[in-house]
């Protein structure tokens, strides 16, 4: 079992920043790939950015160059630096892990990011 809290959300003015943290707890030693979904409202769940655990990186053509993916492989911690945070931003952002050894996907309970002025 993967144990996942997500941080770091909540209101920022277009154009601003905000970090996301994701704490793993638990078999984290069977994680492969971590990543960072959001879902807005009336909106399908969509990835934003994901980090494999050799750090390959792959974002949403939406946050390309916006957007920061990283792990903390000692402190067990998942990054997401987000800069010039853009009105479609606005989303529930959700913490994701994958285990290839298990199959099984893990999710955190999610942070509300509101890009608003």
């Known amino acids: 079992q993967v144990q996942l809290v997500e941080s770091g959300g909540g209101l920022v003015q277009p154009g601003g920043s905000l970090r996301l943290s994701c704490a793993a707890s638990?078999?984290?030693?069977?994680?492969?790939?971590m990543g960072w979904y959001r879902q807005a409202p009336g909106k399908q769940r969509e990835l934003v950015a994901q980090i494999t655990s050799i750090g390959s990186t792959n974002y949403a053509d939406s946050v390309k160059g916006r957007f920061t993916i990283s792990r903390d492989a000692a402190k067990n911690t998942m990054i997401l630096q987000m800069n010039s945070l853009e009105p479609e931003d606005t989303a529930v952002y959700y913490c994701h892990a994958y285990s290839l050894n298990q199959g099984r996907n893990y999710w955190g309970q999610g942070t509300q990011v509101t890009v608003s002025s």
């Open positions: 638990g078999s984290i030693f069977t994680i492969n790939t």
